[in-house]
């Protein structure tokens, strides 16, 4: 989402405290250009390694408070962190967590934060999210995806390499049980642009249908890669064009990995 003034502060004061071993995840990651649709309100930060997160959540506490910050801890478990960070009024939930090693890519460094999650392990976390809870901001971001970065379909055949306990058409299965919202609950939402739920409705259907089609068409012991272009760009695959030849696969590992040149 568009950052807010807060949370570009916030995560400058703490990016030095950023690794390939604590970064920065969540939607926070996916939506940090203006055009994205709506507004964080929290900062989610993960860590492959349990013992990692409660040094690391103390560490950007007592950065913040350095600086002139409020911060109030809601909950503190040894995998788990939650601290409300308080500036002139305006608020900031950030979490602290383990989180599985196993990505598409690296970590990425970054300017603005340090490190974070790649887009597309960000954008495959986030279809896993829809599929197992019913929050709106999800619906909202997945849809978002599907329109500028990558489609229902391709998160979904990817998906399953991470989560190998699904198959793209019963993860899409699930996703579509949690997509019962009101326009109340889109309206509650922090949106850069008012947003219609019919509207929305409407794409996520053609959306759905379009990645059913995609899931049953890619071969079956492709399921759980990205498809990347000469750019080695993640992209929807195209199955029966030309091109769909020249892409190449790309799967996940502990830690992620960059594609090799071919």
């Not at 690391?56 to 909950?75: K, Q």
């Not at 279809?127 to 619906?139: C, K, S, T």
């Not at 699904?166 to 049980?177: D, K, V």
Request: charged letters at 25%; a negative charge; glycine letters at 4%.
């Amino acid at each position: 989402m568009p950052l807010t003034e807060l949370q570009s502060e916030i995560l400058r004061c703490i990016a030095a405290n950023r690794s390939q071993e604590s970064y920065l995840a969540g939607a926070t990651v996916l939506h940090r250009h203006d055009e994205s649709p709506r507004f964080s309100q929290d900062c989610d930060f993960f860590h492959d390694i349990e013992e990692n997160v409660a040094i690391s959540a103390e560490a950007d506490v007592a950065a913040l408070r350095l600086a002139g910050y409020t911060c109030n801890w809601l909950l503190r478990t040894p995998s788990f962190l939650r601290a409300i960070i308080v500036s002139d009024g305006k608020q900031l939930k950030m979490e602290w967590a383990q989180d599985s090693a196993f990505r598409f890519f690296p970590v990425v460094k970054d300017e603005r934060c340090g490190y974070r999650l790649h887009d597309a392990d960000a954008a495959v976390n986030k279809l896993l999210a829809l599929a197992g809870r019913q929050e709106v901001r999800d619906y909202v971001d997945v849809l978002h995806l599907d329109k500028n970065y990558l489609s229902l379909g391709a998160l979904a055949w990817a998906a399953c390499g991470k989560d190998p306990g699904f198959t793209p058409l019963f993860l899409l299965e699930q996703t579509a049980r949690h997509v019962a919202y009101t326009q109340t609950d889109i309206d509650q939402l922090n949106l850069r642009d008012p947003l219609d739920l019919k509207a929305l409705k409407i794409v996520w259907l053609k959306s759905l249908e379009q990645a059913k089609r995609l899931v049953e068409t890619l071969p079956l012991e492709d399921i759980g890669c990205l498809y990347l272009d000469h750019e080695q760009t993640p992209v929807t695959p195209v199955p029966g064009n030309d091109s769909f030849k020249a892409l190449q696969k790309h799967w996940g590992s502990v830690f992620g990995a960059w594609p090799k040149m071919i």
